[in-house]
């Protein structure tokens, strides 16, 4: 699921100048290609848990790019030339390419990509006022970075001096890949704002303090709750209704312990499998 998810599911921002995000129906073509592949995965997974199981780290962000780089490596038609080329220059190291792709025709693209969890501290839709859960990032930071330093590297002396080593003249295309979700305040407002520039397709969540979950909780009191640790941060959870929680133990997890940094949830509707 969060393979299908890391190809097919929507992009924050929409297309915009300097960052060129893949449209919705490009992300879904993808998807609907690799839906045989991702078949044959679910009936034999071992190549993909190895992938997973090779990762040094658990942090969200690594997950996502193992996930992706996965799929571009079997079953995307792109090839990968290269994962995480260092740029150096002035001596020492200017930044990286994620992924340097060669298309069928020989064509080469250049792609950034992240996932991020922005939550909205103000109600505006200024980039600086959806942060990330430690405070610290920001979607302003996030994008325009992407802008002005990852994309335009390619394009310095010392860029295209890696890319030659790499065999690349030229580049046709670059790309922004964003995903993630974007969570507004519970209860929610009358006018729900959300960043300016973002797809409307975009995953959407809400965030509330604990102080506050009572009210959440009895909103929805037939409503069912699953923890999502890391990395399973990505797209939607299936599980069996044994590991899940009713109102009360929801709220008894989260009440009873020390919450020392933001902690995602998702709402469960039961039913039966196929």
């Known amino acids: 699921r969060a393979l299908a998810w890391a190809i097919g599911s929507p992009n924050l921002m929409a297309p915009c100048p300097g960052l060129n995000f ?3 129906d490009t992300t879904q073509q993808a998807y609907e290609e690799a839906r045989p592949w991702l078949r044959a ?5 071992n190549p993909l848990l190895e992938t997973i199981r090779a990762l040094k780290t658990w942090k969200v962000g690594v997950y996502f790019e193992a996930l992706l780089g996965f799929w571009l490596e079997h079953s995307s038609p792109l090839t990968i030339v290269a994962h995480n080329a260092q740029v150096r220059g002035e001596g020492r190291t200017l930044g990286a390419f994620d992924f340097l792709l060669r298309d069928q025709k020989g064509r080469h693209e250049h792609w950034e990509i992240a996932v991020k969890f922005y939550l ?6 200024e980039w600086s006022d959806w942060v990330g859960p430690n405070q610290r990032d920001h979607l302003e930071r996030k994008l325009t970075r992407m ?3 990852q994309l335009p590297l390619a394009h310095t002396v010392s860029g295209r001096s890696c890319l030659a080593t790499l065999g690349i003249n030229t580049l046709q295309t670059q790309r922004a890949v964003l995903k993630g979700t974007l969570f507004t305040p519970w209860p929610p407002a009358d006018t729900p704002r959300a960043p300016r520039g973002s797809s409307p397709a975009g995953e959407r969540g809400i965030w ?3 102080n506050t979950l009572k009210d959440l909780v009895e909103s929805a009191p037939d409503q069912r709750w699953f923890r999502r640790k890391k990395p399973d941060w990505l ?3 299936v599980q069996n209704v044994v590991h899940t929680l009713d109102g009360d133990g929801f709220l008894n997890a989260c009440q009873t312990t020390v919450i020392q940094r933001p902690q995602l949830w998702s709402s469960m509707n039961e ?3 196929e």
């Open 22 to 24: 893949p449209r919705m």
């Open 41 to 45: 995965l679910d009936a034999d997974p």
């Open 120 to 125: 909205q501290q103000r109600p505006s839709t």
């Open 147 to 149: 802008r002005d330093h």
């Open 208 to 210: 509330l303090p604990v």
């Open 235 to 237: 797209g939607p959870a």
């Open 271 to 273: 039913f039966e499998p």
